[in-house]
């Protein structure tokens, strides 16, 4: 079984490095990183990794919008993405990044996105996501592109810490 691998976390700098394609997605040094990245993300408790986020600075992410009712062959891999943001609404949300520990954000992103992406096969796929899945997606890809989600803070107000985050959860 893949061992999982440590998170990189804020002050790195591959955190803010834009990660490159990757041209061969059957060799077996990326399939290796995919089995210990779904290892990490289960670990982790989480419902995305980026691969710059253990440290390879590669066009690869995982997504895993509900890890209660789905299991770990449910992840989504995405592999070489190519995001487009549709016509919709944008909302704001909360958002927490497994290498900023301790913090949450309020987050504005768009509703709606198409993806485009190769599965771990190679196999091409063209979908459209909304909601949480389309949060997770434009949060993981960003981390593609060098962008944490601080960068996408408007105001240091929405900002809050891990631990006010949880006592406003359990008050609600
Ligand atoms: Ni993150």
Known sequence: MAKALKIVELGDPILFKKAAPIPDVLHPDIQTLIDQMIETLKHA?????????VGVSKRLYLVWPDPVATTAADIRI???????????????????????????????????????????????????????????????????????????IS??????????YTRMEENL
């Not at 408790?45 to 986020?53: E, S, T």
């Not at 105001?155 to 891990?162: G, H, K, P, S, V």
Request: proline share 5%.
């Open 45 to 53: 408790n989480g419902v995305g990794l980026a691969a710059p986020q």
């Open 78 to 152: 995405v592999i070489n993405p190519k995001l487009t943001q549709l016509p919709s609404p944008k909302v704001r949300d909360i958002e927490g990044c497994l290498s900023i520990p301790g913090m949450r954000g309020t987050v504005s992103r768009h509703q709606l996105v198409q993806l485009q992406y190769q599965d771990r096969t190679g196999e091409t796929h063209s979908v459209t996501l909304r909601d949480f899945e389309a949060r997770i997606v434009q949060h993981e890809h960003d981390h593609l592109d060098g962008i944490v989600y601080l960068d996408r």
């Open 155 to 164: 105001a240091t107000q929405d900002l809050m810490t891990e631990g006010y």
